[in-house]
């Protein structure tokens, strides 16, 4: 790393530093009125005006509440996206905070706030101070919880409407000291299914099996059988996750039931994994059923698909990391994953990178440490400052002139 380069990197972090109480405010202001996937109508309207406000041409309705705020400069024909998720989830909040949400049984414990507060923090100091030759979108997505808002987004003509030579995406991540930046080059989180699988049998009475077909025989076989998958079809240095989240059959000690339902998730990091756990679940399933003489019925939704970062954009995202933090703080090629996320969508059509940046570690950084999805969590603010600031350096070096 070169002199004048780390006196730009503290110089952008002292900038952004400054008018981070702006958005700490917004920040908590989104948390305190936190919105399901597909219903952020209040916090859409928050950043449509702030994107206005900052000379953005803004686009509203991909993906329902969707918004793409859109800068222009120069003559550069380069083209770069960078992602913000706007949705809440169904938790009631018990941080006990003052900004705490005042929606019940609704609450901002993934920092989808936070990564939404420092995309605008980022978008005011670009359009003000950043020199660029090019077009930035900036792409405020809804429901990524779940419901697959990227998807959605995409399927509304997102990257139609605004062709991005790559795209970007940060998400916070508890256990991480504040700060701290981690890639990782390849599959970073999961693919994610929902299966189920119906077992129809023939109900009878429990002192007669011989004149039934006992459904809950044969579903424990399946469990069974299915734990083979991961054992001894899935190549032992790649990952794999079948779980049998319910089992549901019967309601009497003396009734044979004629059904039972097996509810599983299903996860893989790797996308040839994928085809072989679909693949390997649907076959055992009928044959084990068969050889109970029970019919299955597998019904494989797929969710989320594995979430590949590209190399040279994840490179590039590593030397934007190393520039703004320094090498120390930087984690070049950290962990996988076994939740998953909607960005992947994203990555399957642009090339990207997906990064995390720590949102605290050890105990005694307030909610900091508190893990995502859990009703003590709270984002970390002092990640505005350094959130924005990567945004904008990588702004600045993707579409230099
Ligand atoms: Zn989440
Ligand atoms: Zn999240």
Not at 277 to 286: M, N, Q, V, Y
Not at 309 to 315: H, Q, S
Request: glycine share 12%; hydrophobic share 40%; net charge negative.
């Amino acid at each position: 790393m070169n002199a004048p380069r780390e006196a730009f990197a503290h110089h952008l972090l002292d900038a952004l530093n400054a008018q981070a109480d702006e958005f700490i405010a917004v920040r908590r202001d989104i948390h305190r009125h936190p919105e399901m996937g597909y219903k952020e109508y209040r916090t859409s309207d928050l950043v449509a005006e702030q994107l206005e406000k900052f000379g953005y041409t803004v686009t509203r309705g991909l993906g329902g509440t969707g918004v793409v705020g859109q800068l222009q400069r120069g003559q550069g024909s380069k083209t770069l996206g960078l992602r913000a998720d706007m949705d809440a989830l169904p938790i009631d909040e018990a941080t006990g905070l003052p900004y705490a949400s005042c929606n019940a049984g609704i609450m901002h414990a993934c920092g989808h706030d936070g990564h939404t507060a420092m995309l605008l923090a980022a978008a005011k100091h670009i359009a003000a101070k950043v020199q660029f030759s090019g077009t930035l979108n900036l792409i405020f997505q809804p429901a990524e919880e779940g419901l697959g808002g990227a998807k959605k987004m995409m399927e509304d003509g997102l990257f139609k409407q605004f062709p991005c030579d790559a795209v970007f995406a940060m998400h916070n991540m508890p256990g991480h000291p504040q700060g701290h930046l981690v890639l990782r080059d390849g599959p970073m989180m999961a693919s994610s299914d929902n299966v189920t699988i119906t077992i129809e049998g023939t109900g009878g009475h429990g002192a007669i099996p011989h004149r039934a077909a006992d459904p809950v025989v044969a579903g424990s076989a399946i469990v069974m059988g299915l734990q083979s998958i991961v054992a001894r079809n899935v190549d032992p240095q790649e990952t794999a996750v079948i779980t049998v989240g319910a089992f549901n059959a019967g309601v009497a000690n003396n009734v044979i039931p004629q059904r039972a339902t097996l509810r599983l998730s299903v996860r893989a990091l790797n996308r040839e994994v994928r085809e072989l756990l679909e693949k390997r679940i649907t076959e055992l399933a009928h044959a084990q059923a068969q050889s109970y003489g029970v019919q299955a019925h597998v019904d494989y939704k797929r969710g989320y698909p594995v979430l590949v970062n590209n190399l040279a954009e994840t490179d590039f995202a590593r030397s934007v990391a190393e520039e703004l933090v320094g090498a120390g703080r930087v984690t070049r090629q950290g962990r996988a994953l076994t939740g998953s996320e909607d960005f992947a969508f994203f990555l399957e059509e642009v090339p990207g990178c997906y990064l995390l940046i720590g949102n605290g570690d050890g105990s005694g950084d307030g909610h900091g440490a508190c893990m995502v999805h859990n009703p003590g969590y709270d984002f970390n603010d002092n990640n505005v400052a350094v959130g924005s600031a990567y945004w904008s350096l990588l702004v600045e070096r993707f579409l230099k002139d």
